[in-house]
C-alpha cells in the first residue's frame, strides 16, 4: 500500500497534464516536488526544491518584467515595480497553484502534512516557483514564458485597472488624512497558533475609534488586510451618497 501510495504522489502524467507540459527528465520535476521536511523521514533524499525555486523566481521576475515594460510603456519604474510585485506576491502565486490543482503532489513531512501544508500559501507559492524552474531546466525560457502566460499573466491587467498595485496601507492613509486629519494606527489584539503558523488579528484605527479589522499569517498580511476592509468600507459610504 506504501508503494502505490509513493507512485501516486509521484504520478508525472497527471502532474504534466495539469501543467501541460511533458518533462524530458522526470527526476527534474520530481525535485520541484520535494519540500525540505521530506529529507527528514526519507534519508535516501538528497534534494529538495529550494534551488529550483531560487532560479524560478528569477526567471519569474524576467518574464513579468519583459511583459510590463512592453506593455505599459508609458509607466514610470515605480508602478513597474510596485505591479510586478502585485503580480508575483505569495497568495498571488498560491491561488495560481490551486488552480492547477499541484499542491496534492508535494512531498513533505507527515507533520508538515497533518498541519496543512499541502494547501499552505507560502507552500503552495514556492512550489509554482520551483516548477517554473524545472520547466526552465527541462524545456528554456520560452516554455517559461508560455506556462506563466497560461497561469498567471491574465491577473495582469485587473491589477492595473483597478489599481491593485497600490499598496492598500499607503491608500488608506491618504484617505484618512484627508477626511480625518489624523494617521490611521494598527494595533494586534489577537495572535494565535504555533510559531509556524501564527495566526495575527489587527485592528486599524482612526483616532481612538477601531475602524476596520484584518487577519493574517503575519502582522504586516493582518495590517494590510485591515486597510483592505478600510478601503472597502469606505467604497460603499461613497456609493451611498446622492
Avoid: W
Avoid at 103 to 131: C, H, I, R, T, W
Avoid at 212 to 237: P, T, V, W
Amino acid at each position: 500500500m506504501k508503494k502505490e501510495k509513493k507512485m501516486k504522489k509521484n504520478n508525472y502524467e497527471e502532474i504534466e497534464k495539469k501543467l501541460k507540459i511533458t518533462f524530458s527528465n522526470k527526476e527534474t520535476l520530481r525535485n520541484a516536488l520535494i519540500h525540505r521536511s521530506y529529507i527528514n523521514e526519507n534519508r535516501r533524499e538528497e534534494k529538495n526544491n529550494e534551488r529550483l525555486e531560487f532560479l524560478g523566481d528569477a526567471v519569474l521576475e524576467l518574464i513579468i518584467s519583459e511583459y510590463i515594460y512592453t506593455k505599459y510603456p508609458e509607466r514610470p519604474e515605480g508602478e513597474l515595480t510596485a505591479i510586478r510585485s502585485a503580480v508575483v506576491r505569495t497568495e498571488s502565486l498560491a491561488e495560481e497553484s490551486r488552480a492547477l490543482d499541484i499542491g496534492q503532489y508535494l512531498l513533505m513531512s507527515k507533520g508538515e502534512e497533518e498541519s496543512g501544508g499541502k494547501d499552505k500559501e507560502f507552500l503552495l507559492a514556492n512550489m509554482y516557483e520551483a516548477v517554473l524552474g524545472a520547466i526552465y531546466i527541462d524545456k528554456g525560457y520560452e516554455a517559461c514564458k508560455k506556462f506563466v502566460e497560461r497561469t498567471l499573466l491574465k491577473k495582469v491587467d485587473d491589477i492595473v485597472s483597478q489599481e491593485l498595485f497600490v499598496d492598500p496601507k499607503t491608500k488608506t492613509q491618504e484617505i484618512v488624512q484627508a477626511k480625518y486629519k489624523v494617521t490611521p494606527t494598527y494595533e494586534t489584539i489577537k495572535e494565535q497558533g504555533p510559531d509556524h503558523d501564527k495566526h495575527f488579528t489587527v485592528v486599524l484605527k482612526i483616532g481612538d475609534k477601531r475602524f476596520s479589522q484584518g487577519y493574517g499569517s503575519s502582522k504586516q498580511r493582518a495590517e494590510e488586510d485591515a486597510a483592505k476592509n478600510a478601503l472597502n468600507i469606505f467604497e460603499k459610504k461613497k456609493k451611498k451618497k446622492p
